[in-house]
């Protein structure tokens, strides 16, 4: 599954806006975070705020801050903002061939497994993981949590 940058933007903004959500952070703060444009990014921010998973606040001390619950937010109700149905694509040449149906049948296979692991993942089981991943790097691959199956958590 190639998600657009929308996407990955959308999901980038979440996931740094619930790490603290009591943080209010800029457009341009976390566009310079990401190396993107704030005005990409402030679409992505509104778009964001109109799913209720962020809250805007202007003023010289606004910005965004996350407003969902992390824990039941899953990676797939942020890709779901910004991506369109798997079966909605336009059909291409070779498509309707019995190669292209066997074909076409495995990358269908291929987007559920990878929207079943999406809705599987809260953003909260993925700050922790990336957490625990810079513990790691910090401290020379030796992590200073006590080991942890990674699990994801079913919302």
Do not use: W
């Not at 992505?44 to 407003?67: C, K, M, N, P, T």
């Amino acid at each position: 599954m190639k998600l657009q940058t929308g996407t990955r933007l959308g999901l980038y903004a979440a996931l740094e806006l619930a790490r603290d959500p009591a943080r209010r952070l800029s457009a341009a703060d976390l566009a310079r975070t990401f190396g993107v444009s704030a005005h990409h990014l402030a679409k992505v921010l509104r778009d964001l705020a109109r799913a209720g998973l962020a809250e805007a606040e202007r003023g010289a001390a606004g910005g965004y801050r996350f407003s969902g619950n992390p824990r039941r937010t899953t990676l797939m109700d942020i890709v779901a903002l910004f991506e369109t149905e798997p079966g909605n694509r336009a059909a291409e040449p070779g498509d309707d061939t019995d190669v292209g149906r066997a074909l076409g049948g495995v990358l269908a296979e291929i987007d559920d497994i990878a929207e079943a692991t999406l809705r599987s993942i809260s953003l909260e089981t993925l700050l922790r993981q990336a957490m625990r991943s810079g513990l790691s790097r910090r401290t020379g691959g030796t992590s200073v949590v006590a080991p942890h199956r990674a699990t994801a958590e079913v919302c």
